[in-house]
Nanobody, 128 residues
Framework: QLQLVESGVGLVQPGGSLRLSCASSGGTLDKYTIGWFRQAPGKDREGVSCINRRNNSTYYKHSVKGRFTISRDNAKNTVYLQMNSLKPEDTGVYYC?????????????????????WGQGTQVTVSS
């Protein structure tokens, strides 16, 4: 059974940077399309950035394009989300998710509400 563990919880000032990591046990992440989702207080969970398992193509929510970068390190079995120029509206609980479905592209993943595996989430707070 694939288990996902996020790390990188932090309080960051606006304009700052933070890198989130998603590591796994019970499986290798290169077999999965991976997504980073976030849930702000009082709002639905939304896809922020996703990376395809087949060709590593990526998808970004419009509001984070140019600021966030998703990447894989297969040797470490880890997926990262590098977040730069953080804004208060980036605050929320960030979840890593994985899915191995044959039609789960990066874009499909970021709009999915049902995926194969979820991490437990990690809090990111952007505040001065």
């Amino acid at each position: 059974q694939l288990q996902l563990v996020e790390s990188g919880v932090g309080l960051v000032q606006p304009g700052g940077s933070l890198r989130l990591s998603c590591a796994s046990s019970g499986g290798t992440l290169d077999k999965y399309t991976i997504g980073w989702f976030r849930q702000a207080p009082g709002k639905d969970r939304e896809g922020v950035s996703c990376i395809n398992r087949r060709n590593n193509s990526t998808y970004y929510k419009h509001s984070v394009k140019g600021r966030f970068t998703i990447s894989r390190d297969n040797a470490k079995n880890t997926v990262y989300l590098q977040m730069n120029s953080l804004k208060p509206e980036d605050t929320g609980v960030y979840y890593c998710a994985a899915d191995s479905g044959p039609v789960t592209t990066d874009q499909v993943m970021c709009y999915a509400t049902v995926v194969g595996h979820w991490g437990q989430g990690t809090q990111v707070t952007v505040s001065s």
